[in-house]
């Protein structure tokens, strides 16, 4: 079964950077696209940025281009979201995924695969 844990959120101040980390188990990680999304109460997930099986691919969403850089590291199975000059608009919880399916202009979350979170807060 695979199972996905994320960490690194904390919280930072506006300007700040952090570094979100997903570790996967339980299946194979390179064979994967993987994925960033986010939440605030009240609201739907949201998509944060995605990449491909073998990393030559990524995309991010507009309010984040620029500023979050994804990443995968397959001998240790983690997948990274590197995020900088963040802003209170990006305070939430962070969920990792394994994609349905991914592509340049596409990520469709396979629901059967997210992580428990981790809580980002900015503060201004």
């Known amino acids: 079964q695979v199972q996905l844990a994320e960490s690194g959120g904390g919280l930072v101040q506006s300007g700040g950077s952090l570094r979100l980390s997903c570790v996967v188990s339980g299946g194979t990680f390179s064979a994967y696209a993987m994925g960033w999304f986010r939440q605030i109460p009240g609201k739907e997930r949201e998509f944060v940025a995605g990449?491909?099986?073998?990393?030559?691919?990524?995309r991010a969403s507009a309010s984040v281009k620029g500023r979050f850089t994804i990443s995968r590291d397959d001998a240790k199975n983690t997948m990274y979201l590197q995020m900088n000059n963040l802003k209170p608009e990006d305070t939430a919880v962070y969920y990792c995924?394994?994609?349905?399916?991914?592509?340049?202009?596409?990520?469709?979350?396979?629901?059967?695969?997210w992580g428990q979170g981790t809580q980002v807060t900015v503060s201004s």
């Open positions: 995924n394994v994609a349905k399916y991914y592509s340049t202009n596409n990520y469709t979350p396979n629901n059967d695969y």
């Open positions: 990449i491909n099986w073998n990393g030559s691919s990524t």
